[in-house]
Each structure stands twice: as structure tokens, then as C-alpha cells.
């Protein structure tokens, strides 16, 4: 019997609502019922930070708090139903920022917007649950990160997924995608899977793409990600609705006792001893030198009392790849130049906090379908709309089970022109101008060693250059792959909390998108594949009709197609390499341990570590690196136990006859 998703939804905000030993309520005088510490906090409850933080709880011995500036979603259709995303807007669970002015592009700002909520941006998002192929992760370690290639992750990647595979016919058969079983997980606490229903168009998208000899790919996340795909989904294959962090995570641990959750509240400074003396309860290794980090300050507003709660072990970041750096930074972690300029005292000077930030830079154009008698998902209004709810919550059929993306392709450069050479020539160039002028040589010198990865990347073909990615009515968004240029994320006050709600009064974000200016040529080069697209025996049948700027005709000026075209770049909501894992002399914030280099017991598990982006979608792999993270904490911690121990109690339990002092030396 399927529940209306009404009642699931109540009963989901129900169920956390009466579960106190997770989630902490303030009291009638607005204090929090906290412990006097924490072995581990955890700052943000994001893919993350419920990954982490979920693992670490799974030993009733060790405590940890979770604090989310966000609350808990309501489960409501806008954020639950697949069908719905692109045509509900649930603002309330998302903050949005401006991005600086465009300097490379018109000129002009753009917005982001992330997930504040338990969930994180997972809560919001668009559900597309690509990996990346081998190449994208193994020129992770050739960065210099050890133990952070494609067969280090695949584990990870497994374990996060429960992968379902199903026909496209919805007949509930399996295995008709032809998945292949050695790189998928089927007992992960993160449904994947595919909807019941697919709009026709998804046929002549994907046979269009053929025609222009890009070939079927069966198994986007086998590695190799390049061809035209069915997508899968971060959704649940039984009832047919979103799968997040907080409903594979968190939901399944609430009777935990040792787990707490504050919601409402932000955290605003890392808390920390400057002394630099050498302390014994490491949760690295005892005697390891360095930042002691003992705990974080929150409140709930501006206008209320700090909170300070002490640690025992570690913090953890995951508030994303945008505030992670800037907390940082209020902290006296940072570029010493920035945070004197805040006027906060510089505890290790680290400048690759806030640089190497990277996004997709994304491109929109609706080639609006006209064709008589096409269903898309523009129609679902009305008593069509009522149907079709009537239908998903009945049946969990129909339209509403698919999300607005569930088509894409991805190309290969030398599948989409004959000029790679060229490119490749223009893509290993770097000029001043290429980097943001705050670059030190540390800095510089790990661009320099991206570069060289990226245009390797380039000349492969399973790496993608450019995402295509198809919706019922007609929007062909093309995404670059392998951007070259660099941003950066940097504080602009020293109080995370200011009397305006507007992230932007905290941050300076500029992705700085086409600094290089090969991304803005692939973008071009994404343009002019749809132009060849919609010309196709099969996308013609569907009468598109190409955005103002951007038709056949339009590409034969090349000015007046560039110019289009900036004006339209944007963001593609995955920012990342804020605090990347890397060598310190490469401009690194993070060891392969994800600790913060210059401390002892500061982690970052977010986006923000990603060296290098993925030609992908990058909640898989976020959630990849969050388990492996936990992985590390773990036996980082047992080690530490371990030495920390007493020698006589290391044989307790052994028989007497066994039982030797060791020899001294």
C-alpha cells in the first residue's frame, strides 16, 4: 500500500520531532540541553556532515553534536516529488547569494543558491546521480593525494548507493539498463535508481545524439562517463520520491543516543589554543604538534547569545564549499593578508583558504518543442495537474515520478570537432590574467599542475568536455566539464552573523567564470552541437524552435553568438575546491587525511576539498569522499587509543604465562 505523500510526509517531521536523543529543542527560557562537551562536532548537516556524522555514532562510545544553521524539511510535495523539481521553488530551504560582477563574461552578478536545512543542498537539488569517470579521480592523486584515485573511491562509492536498476518501460523488471553489478552497491543507505515513467522525447534526444555518432552509454558511473545517458536518480525506487542525506543518514539513527542535532543555529567561530604546545589526546596521534582546535561558538541570530561547546576529539567542517573557507577565515585560518584586513588575528597562515574555487559554468537555452500533440512537462496544469497527482500518489506512476533531467549526454572533445589540437594548445595557456591577482606562488604553482591534468582530460574520450542535458520541453543546458578557470571565497566581515539575512553582506564569491578563456570556447563549441542537434532526423520531428540568440542563423556571427552567450552563462550549482586537498606547496588546505594543515584536530568534509572538479555531478562524489573521510577518523582515532594505551593494559585478557614487560632498550 502506498502512503499519500502527506501522511508521509507529517509523519516524517513527526517521527524527528519526538526523537529528543537527536534533536535538540530549546527550552522555554531558549537554552539548549547540551552535553558539556563533545568527542566530535560537526559543523553543518549536508552530505557531509550526516555521512560523517552518522558513521562516527555507530560507536555508542563516542558523542557527537551536528549544528545546522538550516531546520528540518516538511517533506512537502515541492521538495519530495521528482516531477516537481524546476517548477516548485522551495525557497525556504535554500539561501541565496550574489556572485561578484562577471568580468570575463558581461559584467554583470549571478546567483547561487545552496541548501540551509538538514540535507543540505540535497534537499533541493536536481537528483542527477553521476559519478565521473576514472581518469577525473585518479588525476586527484597524481595532485599529489595518495589513496584518493578512481579504485581507492570505488569502495566509497559503493557503499554510500543502493542502486536499483529498472526497464524504461516501468514494468518493474530489472537489470534492462545493463548496469554493471561490479561498480554499484545494493545495500547503501542512499536509494538510486530510475523513475516509472519517461516522456517520448527522451527517445528522439537520445537517438538525435546517435545520429551525430555519439554512442549509448549503458553505465554512466562505470567509469567510463562519456556517450549518452539514461541518468539515474538519488531517488527511491518503490515510492518514487527524493532521496537525501537527512532520509539515508540521518532518518535510519534516531534512536542514537550519543548523536545530537541543533537546528536553527549557525556556528560562527572555531574555537581554538594558540599556544602551539604539543597535548597528548590528539585524535591524530599523541605528541602531534600543531593548532589545537577545543571546540566552536554559535548562536541563533545576530542579536543572540554566543553558545560555546567544547571537543574532545575533533571538529569537522561541512558547511559547503563557500562557507567552510569563510569560517575558516573569521577563525585566523587564511591568507594572513585577508584576515589582517578583517582584523582578526592569523592563527596559521594558509593562503589556499577560499582559492581554487571552482563550478561548472552552465548554459540554459530552451529549444522550445512545438510539435502538435507532444506531452511535456509544461502540461501538467490544471485538471491534467490534478490527474497527475492523483496518479503518483495513488499508483507512484506517471510524470510525476520523473525529474526534469533524466537525459544527458556527454561528449568527448574530439567527438564534437576536428580542431582538438588547436584547443588543447589554447587550453595549456596561461596568462597573469587567468588567476585571481591574491594567487601567492603556492597557489600558482597548483594551478600549474591542474592545468597539465586538464588538458590531459581533454584529449581523452571517456572524459566528457561538456554536459548536454535534455528536459521534456526542450532545454538543452549545456554545462562545461573541465573548467580551467579559478575563483575565489573570501570574508568580507570578521561576524558570520550580521544583522542582514544576505549571505553576500559575509562573503566576496567569484567564480570568475571564462578567466580562461578555453571555457567560454567549449561552451561555444556545446552551442554549436545543439544547433547540429536540433537538426537531426530525430529532434526535427519535435519542431524546435531555438531561443532568441541562439538559432542556426545566430551562429553564423560569431561576435553576436559570443556576446549571447556570456550574457547567459551561469552558474551550475556545484561549487567546490574551496579548501582543496593538496600539497601544501601546491596551494593545499587539507592533507589526505582532510585535516587542515597547521592544526591537529580540524577536518573539512565537504566540496570544499574536491582539487579538481569532476566532469560529473557531484553529490555521488561528495558522498564518496564523506564516507572515506569517516573511514580515516576512525582508524585515526583507534590508533590514537591504541598508543594512548598503557603497555600492561594491551594484555588484559592474556593468559598469565603470556603476560611479558617489554624488554627496556
Same mark, same amino acid.
Given at each position: ?67 545546522? !544553521? =538550516? ?141 551525430? =555518432? ?149 548554459? $540554459? ?25 492523483? %496518479? ?9 515520478? /520523473? ?24 587550453? /595549456? ?22 592545468? !597539465? %591534468? ?22 538543452? !543546458? ?19 552573523? $550580521? ?5 553576500? !553582506? ?12 578555453? +571555457? ?66 601546491? =596551494? ?17 568534509? +565537504? ?21 572515506? /573521510? ?21 594484555? $588484559? ?13
Amino acid at each position: 500500500m502506498m502512503l499519500p505523500t502527506a501522511v508521509l510526509a507529517l509523519a516524517g517531521t513527526l517521527l524527528l520531532s519526538f526523537a529528543s536523543a537527536i534533536h535538540l529543542v530549546p527550552d522555554e527560557k531558549g537554552n539548549l540541553p547540551l552535553r558539556s562537551g563533545y568527542d566530535y562536532i560537526v559543523v553543518g548537516a549536508g552530505i557531509g556532515g550526516l555521512v560523517v556524522a552518522n558513521r562516527l555514532s555507530e560507536n555508542a562510545s563516542v558523542s557527537v553534536l551536528v549544528i545546522e !544553521a =538550516g531546520e528540518l524539511d516538511d517533506r512537502a510535495e515541492d521538495v519530495s516529488i521528482p516531477g516537481n523539481i524546476g517548477f516548485e521553488d522551495p525557497r525556504r530551504y535554500e539561501v541565496k547569494m550574489n556572485l561578484a560582477a562577471q568580468e570575463f563574461l558581461d559584467g554583470k552578478p549571478r546567483i547561487i543558491s545552496q541548501g540551509q536545512v538538514v540535507g543540505g543542498s540535497t534537499i533541493v537539488n536536481g537528483l542527477v546521480w553521476t559519478r565521473g569517470s576514472v581518469a577525473d579521480f585518479d588525476a586527484w592523486e597524481r595532485l599529489g593525494n595518495p589513496g584518493w584515485g578512481w579504485s581507492d573511491l570505488l569502495p566509497y562509492f559503493e557503499k554510500s548507493e543502493r542502486y536499483s536498476s529498472r526497464d524504461r518501460n516501468g514494468t518493474g523488471e530489472t537489470v534492462l539498463l545493463h548496469s554493471s553489478a561490479e561498480t554499484h552497491g545494493n545495500r547503501g543507505p542512499v536509494q538510486v535508481g530510475y523513475p516509472n515513467y519517461y516522456y517520448n522525447q527522451t527517445d528522439n534526444f537520445l537517438e538525435g545524439i546517435q545520429e551525430l =555518432g555519439i554512442p549509448f552509454n549503458e553505465d554512466p558511473n562505470s567509469g567510463d562517463a562519456t556517450g549518452a545517458s539514461i541518468t539515474p536518480s538519488s531517488m527511491t525506487a518503490k515510492n518514487q520520491s527524493r532521496e537525501d542525506a537527512r532520509t539515508a543518514y540521518l532518518d535510519p539513527v534516531l534512536e542514537r543516543t550519543n548523536m545530537h542535532l541543533v537546528t536553527g543555529h549557525t556556528v560562527t567561530r572555531i574555537l581554538h589554543d594558540n599556544s602551539r604546545a604539543v597535548f597528548s589526546n590528539s585524535s591524530h596521534l599523541p605528541g602531534a604538534s600543531g593548532l589545537r582546535i577545543t571546540g566552536v561558538e554559535f548562536a541563533a541570530n545576530s542579536t543572540a547569545q554566543n553558545v560555546s561547546i567544547s571537543c574532545r576529539k575533533e571538529v569537522i567542517l561541512a558547511g559547503g564549499a563557500i562557507l567552510s573557507p569563510v569560517l575558516l577565515q573569521v577563525s585566523g585560518i587564511g591568507p594572513a593578508e585577508l584576515l589582517e584586513s578583517l582584523g582578526v588575528d592569523v592563527a596559521v597562515d594558509l593562503p589556499g583558504v577560499g582559492s581554487n574555487f571552482q563550478d561548472h559554468p552552465t548554459l $540554459q537555452p530552451v529549444y522550445e518543442y512545438t510539435a502538435p500533440d507532444l506531452f511535456t512537462a509544461w502540461d501538467i496544469v490544471g485538471h491534467t495537474r490534478d490527474q497527475v497527482r492523483q %496518479e503518483y500518489l495513488t499508483n507512484r506512476t506517471g510524470p510525476w515520478t /520523473a525529474p526534469m533531467v533524466n537525459a544527458a549526454a556527454f561528449t568527448a572533445l574530439s567527438w564534437v570537432t576536428d580542431r582538438v589540437q588547436e584547443i588543447l594548445d589554447e587550453a /595549456a595557456n596561461t596568462s597573469a590574467a587567468n588567476l585571481p591577482p591574491s594567487y601567492d606562488a603556492t597557489l600558482r604553482a597548483g594551478y600549474a599542475a591542474q592545468q !597539465a %591534468e586538464l588538458v590531459s582530460l581533454l584529449g581523452r574520450t571517456d572524459t566528457p568536455t561538456y554536459e548536454v542535458m535534455s528536459t521534456s520541453w526542450g532545454q538543452l !543546458a549545456v554545462s562545461g566539464m573541465q573548467p580551467f578557470s579559478r575563483g575565489t571565497v573570501r570574508a568580507r566581515t570578521a561576524h558570520v552573523l $550580521q544583522s542582514s539575512s544576505s549571505l553576500s !553582506a559575509v562573503a566576496d564569491v567569484d567564480p570568475r567564470f571564462c578567466a580562461h578563456p578555453v +571555457d567560454c570556447a567549449l561552451l561555444l563549441l556545446g552551442l554549436g552541437f545543439n544547433d547540429r542537434l536540433v537538426q537531426t532526423v530525430a529532434l526535427a520531428a519535435l519542431e524546435p524552435v531555438p531561443p532568441p540568440g541562439f538559432g542556426v542563423a545566430d551562429a553564423r556571427n560569431a561576435t553576436q553568438m559570443d556576446r549571447a552567450m556570456r550574457a547567459a552563462v551561469t552558474s551550475g550549482f556545484h561549487p567546490s575546491g574551496s579548501t582543496s586537498m593538496l600539497p601544501r606547496a601546491l =596551494g593545499g588546505v587539507v592533507d589526505t587525511a582532510l585535516r587542515v594543515y597547521g592544526t591537529r584536530n580540524l577536518r573539512v568534509v +565537504d566540496a570544499g576539498v574536491i582539487p579538481l572538479i569532476p566532469g560529473a555531478h557531484i553529490q555521488a562524489a561528495v558522498y564518496a569522499v564523506a564516507e572515506k /573521510a569517516a573511514d580515516i577518523i576512525k582508524a585515526e582515532d583507534l590508533r590514537a587509543r591504541a598508543v594512548a594505551r598503557p603497555w600492561w593494559r594491551r594484555f $588484559q585478557g592474556k593468559k598469565r604465562s603470556s603476560f611479558k614487560k617489554p624488554l627496556a632498550v
